[in-house]
């Protein structure tokens, strides 16, 4: 008898890049293409399974399957057009108390450009590319998780009133660090 570990081992979920050999659908059903076999969800056998899928005897399949995780495209986001919109709705107040709890300046946080991203709950920053265009936004929950919005590159995060020339540049790991570098003084 094995163990659910040694049949997980075995196991290939069926999926959008490898559907079901036996249903043809992408979802619900596993096969073992070492044993050549296959759990259908949908299409009874005389072996029924213990998920309440039936055992399927598949002739002639191959030994290794490789399975190739389907990426999915994105839609193209127009991520100016959506840091602004929130930029637009953001409370100079809600800044400010942000910038209490993070200890930094108010000013540094508007300065970033950060507004409020009320369709994820979490606290906006334009990322950049050396031109200032706006290539990506990371978000920040209340409780401190970072992720960006879906279809943005990494970027730099960069004070809007960008000093023309300077003698020392100094980088920060992501926007809060460097608000507070600008709130210490460094511009």
Not at 91 to 97: A, G, Q
Not at 100 to 118: I, K, N, P
Not at 125 to 133: L, Q, S, V
Not at 157 to 186: H, K, N, R, Y
Request: proline content about 6%; glycine content about 10%; some cysteine.
């Amino acid at each position: 008898m094995k163990t659910q570990a040694e049949w997980n081992s075995l196991r290939v979920r069926c999926g959008a890049a490898y559907p079901c050999p036996v249903c043809g659908k992408k979802d619900w059903c596993c096969d073992f293409p070492s044993l050549g076999k296959t759990c259908c969800m949908r299409i009874k056998s005389d072996k029924p399974a213990h998920n309440g899928g039936w055992w399927h005897q598949i002739k002639d399949m191959p030994k290794k399957v490789e399975y190739h995780k389907q990426i999915k495209p994105q839609r193209p986001v127009n991520l100016k057009r959506t840091w602004e919109s929130w930029s637009s709705m953001t409370d100079d107040d809600d800044i400010k108390t942000c910038a209490l709890r993070l200890g930094v300046s108010s000013e540094s946080l508007s300065d970033l450009g950060m507004a409020w991203a009320w369709q994820y709950g979490a606290w906006a920053f334009p990322m950049r590319d050396g031109a200032g265009g706006v290539v990506g936004i990371r978000l920040r929950g209340e409780t401190g998780k970072k992720w960006a919005v879906a279809g943005s590159r990494q970027g730099v995060f960069m004070p809007t009133a960008w000093p023309e020339s300077t003698q020392v540049a100094l980088i920060c790991e992501g926007p809060t660090d460097t608000a507070a570098a600008l709130s210490i003084g460094f511009k």
